[in-house]
């Protein structure tokens, strides 16, 4: 084992053993209280998580790929909302890493390793989710070289929470008419709006955030460069796709072990009803389908670790694991009859958090798109199709 695969291992475990003391048999209750678990964000910056992309030269840990989804699928089995307030962090700071400027690096990365910088992702807006071409939000250069920025964005998971958001915008047209800016809050012009009343995670903010001719200089520019933010997000997207695919085989396999304990305590017509071939079939589809999915986005995490694009296995990992944690969830559901519609046990909860992982990150039908798009072209064979 050479030293990185040893110190990854240790990580995953670290996260594992958290999970196990400070989530699992408090979920419930968390999730009930409905209040912000600063506490938790607190136990996430000491596991180091905030700096899992960041390079070791900024203060970060830089992990790669596929042991970032390891660490996404086990707190995802304590708790997805975990994963809500690390996935854009990540991507952002990946960004920052692999695109910023070198003062970028230095001016950002270090709080952001430590996560008194915590960093949110702005592409949505109201006219423009699947079809982010279509947004509206919009830089343009002052004769003083100033951009001056205006729009509005929705639906921004840790809007309000977040000391900074990287925003795509406008700065030109076509393919080449995007740019990403990191914007700090405090900035003037700059302000959260509305926040969305959420299925599940209602604690996690999900706000819109408004610029009125916010004005910003090329040191806010990722990469300092305009035109460059489509193809700087779609390489991030990438990853966070891949972490969604991870966060969402957590969950399933979440509902999984719950079924389990149910199937194997519960009763009717004289056993356990973990006897009856029916519920057998359920158990059965659900654990060949978790751990089907969990291959996939280890797959399709060790393509991106290996460089290149990836944004077709990206999606397959996407577009699998998303639909099986549906419908596993569903399947808890059912196992547990009446009780998996009350709160008192985690089935409803999993139900109402399985809806994220066919939409967010790019809905299921833009991954079918995608894959099919490359599929066509050709790219099934650079992985054995
Ligand atoms: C809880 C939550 C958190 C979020 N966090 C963030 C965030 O942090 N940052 C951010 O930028 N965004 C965020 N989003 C937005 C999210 O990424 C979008 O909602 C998602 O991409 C879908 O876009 P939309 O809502 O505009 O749906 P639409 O694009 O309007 O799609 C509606 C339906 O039409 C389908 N559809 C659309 N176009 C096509 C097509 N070409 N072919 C086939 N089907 C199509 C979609 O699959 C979907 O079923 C979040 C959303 C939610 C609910």
Redesign the pocket.
Known sequence: MNPDTHHDEDLVEGVRRFVERDILGKVQALEASDTYPNHLIGSLAELGLFGAAVPPAYGGLGVNIPTYARIMEELAYGWTALN?YL??HFSASSMLARYGTDQQKERFLPRMATGELRV?????????????QAIRTRATRGPDGQWQLNGS???????GSSGAVIV?TRTGEGKKGFSLFMLEKGLPGFSVGGR?K????RH?D?TELNFDTVVLSDAELIGGVPGEGLQQMLDAIETGRIAMGATAVGLARSALRSAIDYAAARQSFGQVIGQHQAIQGLLADMGAKTLAARTLVQEAAAVKARGGRADMVAGMAKLFAGEVCAEVALNCVRIHGGSGYVSDFPAERYYREAP?FV????????Q??IIARRLLAGDGQAIGL
Do not use: Q, R, W
């Open positions: 809500c996935n854009s949110a992702i702005a592409l949505t807006e109201p006219n423009g989710g699947s079809d982010l964005k929705i639906f921004i998971t840790n809007g795509l969305a959420t299925m599940a995670h996690v999900v994220y939409l967010v990150e790019g809905s299921n039908e833009i079918k798109t």
